[in-house]
């Protein structure tokens, strides 16, 4: 019985989290959605540090780049001086 009960709960708590994360038109709202976005960003951001990461300074230097301007090129606020 207590078995049954605890994933009566759980399955219960699962509804809720959904009902509040999810409108009636299944869209998510702000707080996850902004959520989403932010782990997809941070994402994207470690994708191109790591490939610009591996390219040696000269290979840098051609492209008009330093080492310490990638954190800036990820983050896409890098502009030409």
Do not use: C
Not at 8 to 29: E, I, K, P, V
Not at 37 to 50: F, G, I, K, M, N
Request: no cysteine.
């Amino acid at each position: 019985m207590a078995s049954n009960q605890a994933s009566t709960m759980s399955a219960n708590s699962a509804a809720n989290w959904a009902s509040l994360s999810l409108g009636q038109s299944g869209r998510s709202f702000g707080l996850l959605d902004r959520l989403r976005r932010w782990l997809h960003e941070q994402r994207e951001v470690a994708r191109v540090t790591r490939e610009l990461s591996v390219h040696t300074d000269r290979e840098l230097h051609d492209m008009g780049l330093t080492r310490g301007d990638i954190p800036a090129v990820a983050r896409g606020t890098y502009y030409l001086p």
